[in-house]
């Protein structure tokens, strides 16, 4: 039996759909995805907590659910807007469909909307709020509740309550969580990393004791300027061990040392988001999901260097810490999904640390 | 980085005629390029053979030379020029081949030029099988394993090693006969003992079976910065095993994860940047669909008919962009002129679906052999774009023109289980539609998965379009299921069907309720940046973004797919006429959809409406733009058959009225006005019974020309003797009704030539006369054609320029109109009359050099051409002679006879130029690939009733040095005559493998064939045809271009005589 489902705007606009995935309200910033494929690692990508997660590829769902690419454990992404929900998966590894998949984490979905005409409102208008309800009079409770706040706890409620291994041979490496992205545990893995992920509250007493060889920070949701005791924290820490910082972590760093962020408009949430290396004009597609980004004219008074830039609109994509052997990109070097492109940045994280090692060596014996 | 500045002059190399394989799409990659270097401030060289081109318009470059594509002209062009490079990457493998060539003969070297976007050695690597295995094991990439093996036993121990399925191919037999595959070891000795036999060199490659894989492609792009980036992806409905051209293709890919979709990029990417190819290529994958297991099928180092269908799908101007790289900038410095605020490095996010299907020739070859493999046999394809896969695929099928659409086709429904069974497993042009007839007959998703090794993703798409037929069925004028239905891509005549309504009723249902479609936007970026993109493709959603305007806007119906019968020719025409009112200060839309061409190219209307040419579809747009009228004239039969019901709906048609279009069209309006004109035309009759027919016959006396009415490209067209061929063909070859009436005219035997005439109801401008080579009976777009004239006297002529002139005016003709003529006993005879651009307009724009389409869109806009300047008559004719010759992809076909006949079988055509006669005609002759020797053997078999004329060239054909080889027959008379015969051969009905050997040998250089009546003597020479063709002899079946052959051979003859 079809049911119906509104998606309503904080602007007053009401949308009718059809109803898929959990049974019950949302309310969070619709935001918009450009990927044509990778709605799996989306949707259960931390990032997207509290966020309504629209994307303009009209066919959702096609080769199902699988138990590999998740990218966390329980998604908290708000709910999940499609122009058309697949009839039929056809992926060997399918283990279930996506509307099975959103009903077991209690997600709900609307299918048949005009999602470009959306994009466009969003693109013009810039992020907003919106639910997913079930009912008109539910659509109007909504329009006259405070729309406007946003829950400055995401992060808490995305990071892991405790530390936790995931033990290998090789650097040791301690990973914050602000709303940790598996592929990033894959990528250090595949790099033989010995790593201990902490939650994001994590003080730098903490984070040294356990005399990490690098130490990675996140991504995560929302804005960076809800997560201050990480600050104190980065400061500590950039000092004495070699840092890389991704999407939230990338922007928590800029904040750190000096730099300030910004709410864009509608963000970019895609991945064929070209990227400068300035040093070397590399240009890499990348995978990308972040809504805030870092003020191109706050970090010229700090001792941040810009590595990094979108070719589009000029955002600052990458920083490097012109003191510290610290690092930090605005995209997700750990795709997933998207493109590789821009892997070999653990490469570069470990040689970083290679090369702060050696040269304390030499510091020390000297 | 900033472009070179070390270069100045650039030299690109066309693709020459249309052929299965190399059609339109480089038309439209090479004008794209050609633009692209000239606005970066190159001089740039063009060399193509092709006259019916936009490509070798004057604008297009600095320098155009309408050539052969052979080493020997193409050289000369470079002496001439002296160009600093060559980009050979635009012009298919015709491009690439020629760019070896040059190479290999050292020109390059000579002149110091250099090769643009990918050097030899890159060339040499993607497309030699042997360094091609050699880079992919260097780079660690899988290809199919495959070894040449010449022993059953060589076979055997291969295949063991590789394991089952295995694909056995004979070397060197004709349609890789002998060929096939081997599920187990029995299979293989049988198949490899056969096959071995077969091949001429006792050889046969045994290869990996990966059939049932699904077929992946990638559009990756590099620079010389070594930046890459896929442009779009692909997924062929087809599995692997059928070539891609031959394939339904959807874009982007449908049914990868993005692990799998990630996979496969990183390893197109990997292949871009190890061939070093700066610009574009196109990479073929083969996934296993229950693993990650992948091979490369092919990599192509250049722009192809892909990357045209992947810049058309997602807006992205591939070749433009290959061109400007070619120079030496970079993704990140060229802006994307789809947005024009983003730069061209970015990987274009698709928000709608598209669906491209083949179009084949099997409607006008029913002989052929329908079935798929990797020989491609489409001569074009369409493609459509909708909001979710139904809707484009119905909208791609309709857009075929081929009466078909998916809700069952009366002849598949006739097949039994076993039948519609084997269709499934051996693939043929047809596929789609008896997966539908089985769907029909409820056999299950996974059943006919198994079959044919279609995703079941994609067979369920198609049940869902004939669950919603059913609900059609089930719920008469149900609101919800008709906005249901229309959002799936059904028709109103599809809806109506099931309603039991018209059209027109449904469409007024639709009107009532405010069931529209809304136009969206192509703008690469899934809508996240602003863009102004004036490519629009309709659907059924919320939002309209296409806006009216208040500027006089104009419509022009495109072509549509390219089939025999109706090529670029058109597209040409369309190109022309929007650019013309363009310049005019009109807003100019052009519908189409055909992701090869020019006209599709957004950059060339003010808006471009991607869509099917149905009259709903049509009139969909007509009633949101609100136009002055609609241009049809341009548009081939497609667009003059939209004429009369867009007209009934109240559209205007610009240019000559509908009324008069009929008058044209129908036989007896025509002959009245013939009549009162007292012009000569052959005896003729309309039959609408097969009795009535015999009468007519009767009457007029035989040989009878007899066809359809309303056709196109001569489709069924036969030339019949006597009652009981006559009474055949009307039984067997088509169907007579009232509403499909059957022509008879009197064959006459003469010359046959033809005029295009603009008019604009006071003056009639004929821009020339085109002389056919051969005599009427042959097709007109079949025939070798010269202009100016040679052999017709001032006599005729003036019959033929006052007949032009009376026809144009009492036809009220308004814009361009073709006349063609039989001049019989120098009497010119009218043939027919056809009021709308023909295939000869850009041959006789370029070589008279009068803007035809041009003069004909002003005409119909208003204009006098008095006021541009213009006479009646016929204009002063060019000083140098220009031949056209047809070019056929009969090597592509099975089973498709090459003998010529009113039937249209040609794909493209070239043109050769020169001070005389002869020299036009040996240049037309090199550009269609065709090599004279001066000397070497010529097979005759000619039919008695021109033994006669054949002797007087075969003399000629032995005085030049030619040795003669003929059947018994021939021989006989040829000698009994003087004529010296080198040898007889035996027929081939008689047992003999004399002919055969002789042509597999390639001891003969030439077959002159001409057909008997008797049926035994038509099998023989079909065969002897067919094995020429196979083995890429020259057959000439017409002694007139036999004499046309001979005349050149002469001029270029010396003197070798004893004094």
């Avoid at chain 1, 003020?295 to 830039?309: F, M």
């Avoid at chain 2, 021109?946 to 008379?973: S, W």
Wanted: with cysteine; glycine share 6%.
């Amino acid at each position: 039996m079809i049911k119906k489902r509104y998606l309503v705007l904080a602007d007053g606009g009401i949308y009718e759909g059809t109803a898929f995935g959990g049974e019950v309200n949302c309310i969070g910033e619709l935001v918009f995805n450009t990927g044509m494929t990778g709605y799996q690692e989306s949707i259960t990508d931390q990032s997207y907590n509290g966020e309504i997660l629209m994307f303009t590829y009209p066919l959702i769902g096609n080769y199902g659910i699988n138990f590999d690419d998740d990218e966390s454990v329980t998604p908290r992404t708000a709910g999940v807007v499609v122009h058309e929900l697949a009839r039929k998966v056809s992926n060997w590894r399918s283990q279930m469909n996506l509307d099975e998949f959103l009903k077991q984490h209690h997600i709900p979905g609307i299918a048949g909307i005009d999602t470009r005409e959306l994009t466009k409102i969003v693109r013009v208008q810039g992020t907003m709020k919106a639910a997913l309800v079930n009912t008109l009079e539910q659509a109007q409770a909504f329009l006259q509740s405070d729309v406007k706040k946003t829950s400055p706890d995401l992060v808490t409620q995305s990071t892991t309550q405790n530390a936790y291994p995931n033990p290998n041979s090789g650097k040791r490496i301690v990973v914050i969580d602000f709303g940790l992205k598996h592929s990033i545990l894959r990528e250090l893995a595949q790099r033989q990393c010995n790593v201990t992920v902490l939650p994001a509250t994590a003080t730098a007493q903490q984070v040294l004791n356990y005399q990490p060889d690098g130490v990675l920070l996140s991504n995560g949701p929302g804005d960076p300027k809800d997560v201050p005791t990480a600050l104190a924290m980065i400061r500590t820490v950039e000092k004495t061990v070699p840092l890389f910082g991704i999407c939230l972590g990338h922007q928590l760093f800029a904040l750190a040392n000096g730099a300030d962020t910004y709410k864009m408009k509608f963000g970019h949430r895609g991945f064929n988001h070209p990227v400068r290396e300035i040093a070397t004009n590399r240009i890499d597609f990348t995978a990308q999901n972040h809504g805030y980004a870092v003020d191109a004219a706050s970090v010229q008074q700090t001792d941040l260097l810009v590595t990094h830039q979108e070719i589009n609109d000029q955002t600052i994509e990458g920083l490097r810490h012109k003191k510290y052997p610290a690092f930090s990109v605005q995209f997700h070097p750990d795709a997933a999904p998207g493109p590789h492109d821009a892997s070999y940045l653990f490469d570069e994280f470990l040689d970083n640390i290679e090369s702060f090692q050696r040269q304390r060596r030499i510091s020390t014996h000297a | 980085m900033p472009k070179r500045q070390d270069i100045h002059k650039i030299l690109v190399i066309g693709s020459g005629p249309i052929i299965i394989s190399q059609a339109a799409e480089f038309d439209y990659s090479g004008s794209q390029a050609c633009l692209a270097l000239k606005a970066e401030g190159y001089e740039v060289v063009l060399v193509n053979s092709n006259p019916a081109t936009i490509m070798t318009d004057p604008e297009i470059a600095d320098q155009v030379y309408i050539e052969p594509l052979t080493l020997e002209f193409v050289s000369r062009v470079i002496r001439k020029e002296r160009p600093d490079a060559i980009l050979p990457t635009v012009g298919g493998q015709t491009g690439l081949n020629l760019a070896k060539q040059l190479a290999e003969a050292g020109v390059l070297k000579d002149f110091n030029i250099e090769l643009l976007g990918t050097s030899l050695h890159s060339i040499n690597q993607a497309e030699d099988r042997e360094q091609f295995k050699e880079l992919m094991q260097k780079l660690g990439e899988p290809v199919p394993k495959s070894q040449t093996v010449t022993t059953v036993k060589q076979a055997q121990a291969f295949s063991e090693k590789i394991g089952f399925p295995v694909i056995i191919r004979p070397a060197y037999t004709l349609g890789g006969t002998g060929g096939g595959i081997a599920e187990n070891m029995t299979e293989l000795t049988k198949i490899a003992e056969n096959g071995l036999d077969l091949s001429p060199i006792t050889q046969v490659l045994i290869e990996q079976s990966i059939a049932g894989f699904k077929e992946i492609e990638f559009e990756v792009m590099r620079d010389r910065n070594d930046n890459t980036m896929v442009v779009c992806s692909m997924e062929n409905f087809d599995p692997v095993g059928i070539h891609t051209g031959d394939s339904i293709v959807y874009a982007p890919v449908q049914t990868l994860s993005d692990r799998e979709y990630q996979m496969l990029r990183d390893v197109s990417l990997k292949l871009i940047s190890a061939l070093k190819i700066e610009g574009g290529c196109n990479v073929q994958l083969a996934l296993d669909p229950h693993s990650y297991q992948y091979y490369i099928i092919e990599v192509n180092p250049r722009v192809s008919r892909s990357s045209a269908l992947a810049s058309k799908a997602t807006g992205y101007p591939i070749a433009k962009l290959a061109a400007e790289i070619a120079v030496g900038l970079t993704l990140d410095e060229i802006k994307n002129p789809v947005t024009q605020t983003t730069f061209a490095a970015f990987e274009p996010a698709l928000d709608y679906v598209v669906c491209k299907i083949p179009r084949w020739p099997f409607d006008k070859f029913n002989h052929a052999d329908r079935l798929l493999g990797t020989q491609m046999k489409a001569t074009g394809e369409v493609m459509a774009i909708g909001r979710n896969i139904e809707e484009a695929t119905q909208k791609a099928v309709r857009s075929l023109e081929i009466g078909e659409n998916l809700m069952g086709s009366p002849a598949l429904t006739k097949l039994t289980e076993q039948q519609l069974t084997e269709r499934l497993v051996h693939a043929r042009d047809d596929l789609l539609f008896c997966v539908m007839e089985a769907l029909r007959r409820q056999w299950s998703v996974a059943e006919i998965h198994e079959l044919t090794k279609i995703d079941e993703f994609f067979l369920d798409k198609l049940s869902h379009i004939l669950e919603i037929e059913g609900f059609l069925q089930q719920q008469s004028n149900n609101l919800a299921t008709l906005k249901l239905a229309k959002q799936n891509g059904f028709t109103d005549v599809i809806i109506g069907k099931a309603w039991d309504q018209t059209a027109d009723e449904i469409r007024k249902l639709r009107q009532v309720n405010q069931i529209w479609p809304v136009y969206k936007m192509v703008d690469t970026c899934a809508a996240e940046f602003e863009s102004h993109t004036p490519y629009f493709y309709s659907t059924y959603e919320t939002e309209n973004e296409s806006q009216p305007s208040e500027q006089p806007t104009v419509m022009v119906i495109g072509a549509g797919p390219i089939r025999i019968g109706q090529g670029i020719e058109f597209d040409y025409a369309t190109v022309h006429c929007v650019q013309t009112l363009k310049a005019a200060g009109y807003r100019a839309i052009i519908m189409n959809n055909n992701p090869e061409t020019v006209s599709t190219d957004f950059s060339i209307s003010d808006k471009l409406y991607f869509e099917p040419l149905t009259l709903e579809d049509v009139l969909n747009v007509v009633d949101l733009e609100k136009p002055l009228g609609v241009i049809v004239q341009f548009g081939g039969q497609t667009a003059i058959n939209l004429a009369k019901p867009l007209a009934d709906h109240g559209v205007k048609i610009l240019g000559t009225a509908v009324a008069d279009v009929n008058r044209a069209e129908d036989r007896d309006q025509f002959n009245q006005i013939i009549e009162e004109l007292k012009i000569p035309q052959p005896l003729g009759d309309t039959a609408t019974t097969n009795d009535e027919a015999l009468i007519i016959g009767r009457k007029i006396g035989y040989p009878l020309l007899v066809r359809p009415s309303y056709v196109l490209g001569g489709w069924a067209m036969e030339i019949v003797h006597n009652d009981e061929e006559l009474n055949h063909y009307m039984h067997a070859a088509i169907e007579v009704s009232h509403e499909h009436p059957v022509l008879l005219d009197r064959y006459l035997v003469g010359k046959e030539c033809e005029v295009d005439a603009i008019c604009d109801g006071e003056t009639v401008v004929i821009p020339g006369i085109m002389e056919h080579i051969e005599r009427a009976g042959i097709h007109s777009g079949d025939s070798m054609a010269v202009y100016p004239p040679q052999t017709l006297s001032p006599a005729v002529i003036n019959q033929i320029e006052q007949a032009t002139i009376q026809l144009a005016h009492a036809l009220n003709c308004f814009g361009l109109m073709n006349v063609q003529f039989v001049i019989h006993h120098e009497q010119a005879y009218v043939i027919e009359v056809n009021p709308r651009a023909s295939r000869t307009v850009p041959f006789l724009s370029k070589t008279t050099k009068i803007p035809m389409t041009q003069l004909a869109t002003q005409v119909i806009m208003g204009e006098k051409l008095a006021q541009l300047g213009y006479q009646t008559g016929i204009q002063a004719p060019s000083k140098l002679v220009h031949v056209k010759a047809p070019i056929f992809s009969f090597s592509k076909l099975n089973q498709v006879d090459s003998l010529l006949g009113p039937e249209m079988k040609s794909t493209g055509e070239v043109m050769g130029s020169d001070c005389s006669f002869e020299k036009a005609l040996y240049k037309a002759f090199e550009a269609s690939g065709v090599h004279l020797p001066a000397h070497g053997n010529i097979l005759m078999t000619v039919r008695d009733a021109e033994k006669p004329q054949a002797t007087e060239l075969a003399r000629q054909l032995v005085q030049l040095g030619f040795n003669l080889f003929a059947t018994e027959g021939t021989a006989q008379y040829l000698s009994e005559r003087g004529v010296l015969v080198k040898q007889r051969v035996e027929k081939l009905s008689a047992n003999s493998p004399q002919i055969a050997r002789l042509l597999t040998e390639q001891k003969i250089q030439l077959v002159v064939n001409t057909v008997d009546d008797n049926m035994e003597s038509v099998n023989d020479d079909t065969k002897i045809r067919a094995l020429a063709i196979s083995h890429e002899i020259l057959v000439l079946t017409s002694l007139d271009t036999l004499s046309a052959v001979v005349t050149m051979l002469q001029s270029q003859a010396y003197l070798i005589q004893a004094i």
